[in-house]
């Protein structure tokens, strides 16, 4: 009953930027986490940026000062902006949301993966 679709993956050049959106929809009854994961070829899936419910965000030191995370609450979106690409940061990037459905159920949800590739 609840979904997360991820948009806005691409290819852009070295120093551009890019910026990610993810919708959750649904019997949602609250949202109390999202974040972004990536995984690049040869390397394990790591924790990108992720931003609890009334807390502030979190960023894994490889992107810290370049990628901004946001969520638009009335929406039930996040999004992550990327400034200062750079070609190690080509992986597949999935969305997650810890989420409350209106049944009740509490779960993890992942989005469908969106490939970003930076490369000139």
């Known amino acids: 009953q609840v979904q997360l679709v991820e948009s806005g993956g691409g290819l852009v050049q070295p120093g551009g930027s890019l910026r990610l959106s993810c919708a959750a929809s649904g019997s949602i009854f609250s949202i109390n986490a999202m974040g972004w994961y990536r995984q690049a070829p040869g390397k394990q899936r790591e924790l990108v940026a992720g931003i609890i419910s009334g807390g502030s965000p979190n960023y894994a030191d490889s992107v810290k000062g370049r990628f901004t995370i946001s969520r638009d609450n009335a929406k039930n979106t996040v999004y992550l902006q990327m400034n200062s690409l750079k070609p190690e940061d080509t992986a597949v990037y999935y969305c997650?949301?810890?989420?409350?459905?209106?049944?009740?159920?509490?779960?993890?949800?992942w989005g469908q993966g969106t490939q970003d590739t930076v490369s000139s």
């Open positions: 997650n949301a810890l989420i409350v459905a209106r049944t009740g159920w509490v779960d993890d949800y």
